[in-house]
């Protein structure tokens, strides 16, 4: 969750004890997080993806105040802008789990369970229904992130999937296309043994993929092989090393 940068956040705007209350109300989320998924098991194939309502808008408030904190790692300088930081830098006396459960909007958690319910009823459902657990990898780092901070969404059999929940859907923006190229090139390795590259559109309930052979050709790469771009990505990489890594 950031705790490095929790603190330094907290010093630098002169609220110690904001960022004291922070630091517990956040173990006490991870801990109520890692009950609330082995009490829903969501790893069990033989249930629905989407639980009942009041579960997964249970989760979803869970899950939001976690993606806050996470904010604070991934960019501090809008981790203050976050209602989390917010109401725990006006009410430190009184913020609690359960004020921060709180806080996230009833239409913003009613988004996220919609999502949900897309991707159960959709081709993310049927992926489900066609692999086990153990096929699947969330978070994976790559090679390459020794060199440049990395971390894809999920690898499934060989798919590398990106989730996006973007409301415009009529065209995919570069940045978006580079990442995927990015994530298997920087499986230096070959680890993963990534096949296939595709996108996750919760919002639309859809997941587009490509063979990794068609990605690169549409992207121009028909005179290089993967291995070829990898062993370039890896030789330039190193070149230009980032200090402290």
């Not at 090139?185 to 996108?199: H, Q, S």
Request: aromatic share 6%.
């Amino acid at each position: 969750m950031g705790v490095d940068n929790l603190r330094a956040t907290a010093l630098a705007l002169g609220q110690h004890t904001a960022w004291e209350v922070m630091e517990t109300v956040g173990h006490q989320l991870l801990e109520r997080l890692r009950a609330t998924l082995s009490e829903l098991q969501l790893d069990d194939r033989e249930r629905p993806l989407a639980r009942t309502e009041e579960e997964e808008e249970c989760l979803a408030r869970l899950l939001l105040g976690a993606a806050w904190y996470a904010l604070n790692f991934r960019n501090p300088v809008a981790f203050p802008l976050t209602p989390l930081c917010r109401e725990a830098f006006a009410s430190p006396g009184t913020f609690t789990l359960t004020t921060l459960l709180a806080l996230p909007h009833h239409d913003l958690v009613r988004d996220t369970v919609a999502q949900v319910q897309a991707a159960s009823d959709g081709p993310l459902g049927q992926l489900r229904h066609a692999t086990t657990p153990e096929m699947c990898l969330p978070g994976p780092t790559f090679d390459g992130s020794a060199y440049v901070s990395a971390d894809a969404d999920l690898i499934v059999d060989g798919l590398l999937i990106d989730f996006k929940s973007t409301r415009r859907t009529e065209r995919f923006p570069l940045p978006m296309i580079l990442q995927l190229l990015g994530y298997t090139l920087m499986d230096f390795a070959d680890r993963y043994r990534i096949d296939r590259v595709g996108v996750c559109l919760t919002r639309a309930g859809a997941l587009i993929h490509w063979p990794i052979e068609d990605y690169l050709a549409l992207l121009g790469a028909r005179r290089r092989d993967l291995t070829e771009l990898r062993a370039a990505l890896s030789t330039t990489a190193g070149l230009h090393r980032l200090p402290g890594r």
